[in-house]
């Protein structure tokens, strides 16, 4: 009878332990199939059982549920950001042609007929405008990047060239802003893979930020390594500690909101998403030598 009953006990025993490690293997697959539909809700899939579970049944059911929730959300939300992205782009592009004609026309004005404080005034209404277009273009082009809609022809193009030729570009505002630019390019060609307009942008965007930012200092080089060409712009800052450099890629974050009068925040997140379209990379950093601060931005292309 005693050998029985212990007979007993122990099949109870296994039974409930097979059904104990059956039981931890469909939960560890649910939650692996789980963590593969969250990476892409886009797919219609649900939870399923390896096999069949009872007790688990009602739980996945109701986590089945809650996925159909955040697909409606989620398929929402893509809805209002591509209607915000087209209100956007054409918002912008609407503005972009009456902004043209303004810088047009105030450029046609004779200002040797004009009174010294007239000119002045004149000079404000330009560098307004100017600042408008600006501001619009970024707008217009931060839509058309996140829509998946600038498409960019990369070859091979002179960096080095480019970055000189927008660096004088902004000779005027640098000279304005009493900044110590100190140049280190090579004179001879230094090719990356990369779309001219948009290593263009990369680099005003970054001259742009160091305007806006630095306070007496802009260094700009570049180099050409092995594993490609390396670009480094660093100003020295006042407004501006480590643990703030990631944010600086966030759209519409300015670091100092007292000096950012014109600025969405956009031109750098804009800058990163051309790099990175062009498979390279554009990374920040601040480092302290001595008593100053300086914000360093590296753009990595490949060649």
């Excluded at 927008?166 to 893979?193: C, G, H, M, W």
């Excluded at 390594?225 to 944010?247: P, Q, Y």
Aim: proline share 2%.
């Amino acid at each position: 009878m005693t050998c029985l009953i212990l007979a007993v006990v122990c099949f109870i025993a296994v039974y409930f332990c097979i059904r104990f490690f059956l039981l931890k293997k469909a939960l560890g697959e649910a939650a692996q199939e789980l963590r593969e539909i969250t990476e892409d809700l886009e797919e219609n899939r649900i939870v399923r059982l390896p096999s069949p579970q009872t007790e688990m049944e009602v739980l996945l059911e109701e986590v089945n549920r809650n996925l159909e929730a955040i697909r409606r959300i989620h398929v929402g939300y893509q809805e209002k950001e591509q209607m915000l992205q087209r209100q956007i782009e054409n918002i912008s592009h609407d503005l972009r042609t009456p902004l043209t004609s303004i810088l047009g026309f105030l450029d046609l004005i004779d200002e040797s007929s004009l009174k010294a404080e007239d000119r002045d005034s004149l000079e404000i209404v330009r560098k307004k405008a100017r600042s408008m277009k600006r501001l619009t273009a970024q707008f217009y082009d931060l839509s058309r990047l996140t829509a998946g809609d600038y498409e960019l022809e990369v070859g091979k193009a002179d960096a080095g060239r480019i970055l000189r030729e927008t660096t004088l570009e902004s000779y005027q505002e640098l000279v304005r802003k009493n900044l110590d630019v100190r140049l280190d390019i090579p004179d001879e060609a230094v090719f990356a893979l990369a779309d001219e307009a948009a290593l263009e942008r990369i680099f005003s965007n970054l001259i742009q930020n160091a305007l806006r930012y630095a306070v007496s200092t802009l260094r700009v080089s570049l180099k050409e390594e092995k594993s490609g060409i390396t670009v480094l712009m660093e100003n020295d800052t006042e407004h501006l500690d480590a643990g703030e450099v990631d944010a600086l890629f966030d759209r519409f974050y300015t670091a100092d909101h007292s000096r950012s009068e014109g600025s969405t925040g956009l031109g750098l997140p804009i800058a990163r998403y051309l790099a990175e379209n062009m498979g390279g990379e554009l990374t920040a950093c601040v480092k302290v030598h001595g008593s100053r601060k300086w914000l360093q931005f590296y753009l990595k292309l490949n060649k």
